[in-house]
């Protein structure tokens, strides 16, 4: 006696089965590859790590230089603009070997290929609680990762100013300095806030 087998359609349907779950399997990958592009300025482990190394070159340099007194020259080394500086202005890059912060901004930053911007913040006297911002090194914008690092510096009205400190604050920063007194005392002149924004070129 013969028994007839009727052909069995399920492994025909696990095949197309398979095959459709294998096409939007494929499908999903590459939209999400297109969705998130990758790209060297993306947010990443090595990208963080760069711009937690920034934050700590710069914060080191403010600190080193505060400490040896080199950060308050650089602030005082101005007559009409910072001495030196390419426009007339402001710095457009690494100053000179001269400067009080060539070396630690050329140690920390240029032979890394970092870029830097510096900026002193000061107390605006014609508006209660504002601050005026003069740029000391502008080398361009800063991108989306960039680190920030600051700290505050005291000047005195006996500090000296200019190319070959010639001023003292206290007599002529009204008028030639970049940054107005604050009043109020006679011998603190003000005290300004110098910023540090540092990034991977």
């Given at each position: 006696?013969?028994?007839?087998?009727?052909?069995d359609?399920?492994g025909?349907?696990?095949t197309?089965?398979?095959?459709?779950?294998?096409?939007?399997?494929?499908?999903?990958?590459?939209?999400a590859t297109?969705?998130?592009?990758?790209?060297?300025?993306?947010?990443s482990?090595?990208?963080q790590?760069?711009e937690?190394?920034?934050?700590i070159?710069?914060q080191?340099?403010?600190?080193?230089?505060?400490?040896r007194g080199?950060l308050?020259?650089?602030?005082?080394?101005?007559?009409?603009?910072f001495?030196?500086a390419?426009?007339?202005?402001?710095?457009?890059?690494l100053?000179?070997?001269?400067?009080?912060?060539?070396?630690?901004?050329?140690?920390?930053?240029?032979?890394?290929?970092i870029?830097?911007?510096?900026?002193v913040?000061?107390p605006?006297?014609?508006a209660?609680?504002?601050?005026?911002?003069?740029?000391?090194?502008?080398?361009?914008t800063?991108?989306?990762?960039?680190?920030?690092?600051?700290?505050?510096?005291?000047?005195y009205?006996?500090?000296r100013?200019?190319a070959?400190?010639?001023?003292?604050?206290a007599?002529?920063?009204?008028?030639?300095?970049?940054?107005?007194?604050?009043?109020?005392s006679?011998?603190?002149?003000?005290v300004?806030?110098?910023?540090?924004?540092?990034?991977?070129m």
């Open positions: 006696m013969f028994v007839e087998h009727l052909p359609e399920r025909q349907a696990h197309l089965e398979a095959f459709a779950a294998a096409l939007l399997l494929v499908a999903g990958l590459i939209f297109q969705a998130t592009a990758v790209t060297p300025l993306s947010a482990t090595s990208n790590h760069v937690n190394q920034a934050e070159a710069a080191d340099v403010l600190t080193t230089t505060a400490a080199d308050k020259l650089a602030i005082l080394y101005y007559d009409d603009g001495v030196g390419d426009n007339g202005d402001h710095y457009t890059g100053m000179n070997e001269t400067h009080p912060l060539h070396d630690s901004l050329a140690e920390a930053f240029d032979r890394r290929q870029a830097f911007d510096i900026d913040y000061h605006d006297p014609t209660a609680g504002a601050t005026d911002r003069t740029r000391m090194v502008d080398m361009g800063p991108t989306d990762n960039a680190a920030v690092a600051s700290t505050r510096v005291a000047l009205g006996d500090d100013f200019g070959d400190d010639e001023y003292t604050l007599e002529n920063g009204s008028a030639e300095y970049f940054a107005a007194p604050i009043g109020g006679d011998t603190l002149y003000t300004v806030e110098v910023r540090i924004t540092a990034w991977q």
